[in-house]
T-cell receptor
């Protein structure tokens, strides 16, 4: 398996623009997590899905952020409008519900810079 | 409020020595605790899991302890090697749901 795939790997945009981050989880995994990592705040959970259904979105910073999972192999995180404080590395991770160690498999991340 | 704290200062250690990292938490009743390794420019990679009713787990040169009374986990890298240089993150899962909360991570630098 190729692992969790994220695109783009780097995104530079201007304040006010819409940004869409994409994630393809590992095939067969039924949990998908979106995280944001910054130096100041570390790795924070934004939202997670189980079987394509959003379960906990309490970490989504505000209404500018939205996430969807239209099917088991694809998820998007959208920021509209983007602001400089959204600059961070965004990770997607997936997990199998019956994994022995409940380990999450992380993608390589998308480094977002909002100017 | 819930907090997970790891030593934010980098740990510099000589090759062959044991590195010991600390993860302290407050206002949590974790079902389990995990340790991840993160290299620069990459996503975290799972290393070990220890459950609330377990005291110690080992995997090769890694050892994790879990003291729910002290609300602390210790992570040991024995016979450390320069390839062990990375940031190590602890993460807790509460009794309900599937949310993982991560500590800030501790950077380890093993010098030859």
């Amino acid at each position: 398996d190729a692992g969790v795939i994220q695109s783009p790997r780097h995104e530079v945009t201007e304040m006010g623009q819409e940004v869409t981050l994409r994630c393809k989880p590992i095939s067969g995994h039924d949990y998908l997590f979106w995280y944001r990592q910054t130096m100041m705040r570390g790795l924070e959970l934004l939202i997670y899905f189980n079987n394509n259904v959003p379960i906990d979105d309490s970490g989504m910073p505000e209404d500018r952020f939205s996430a969807k999972m239209p099917n088991a192999s694809f998820s998007t995180l959208k920021i509209q409008p983007s602001e400089p404080r959204d600059s961070a590395v965004y990770f997607c991770a997936s997990r199998n519900w019956d994994a022995e160690y409940n380990e999450q498999f992380f993608g390589p991340g998308t480094r977002l810079t909002v100017l | 409020s819930q907090k997970i704290e790891q030593n934010s200062e980098a740990l510099n250690i000589q090759e062959g020595k044991t590195a010991t990292l600390t993860c302290n938490y407050t206002n949590y009743s974790p079902a389990y605790l995990q340790w991840y390794r993160q290299d620069p420019g990459r996503g975290p990679v799972f290393l070990l899991l220890i459950r609330e009713n377990e005291k110690e787990k080992r995997k090769e040169r890694l050892k994790v302890t879990f003291d729910t009374t002290l609300k602390q986990s210790l992570f040991h890298i024995t016979a450390s090697q320069p390839a062990d240089s990375a940031t190590y993150l602890c993460a807790l899962k509460g009794a309900a749901g599937n949310k993982l909360t991560f500590g800030g991570g501790t950077r380890v630098l093993v010098k030859p």
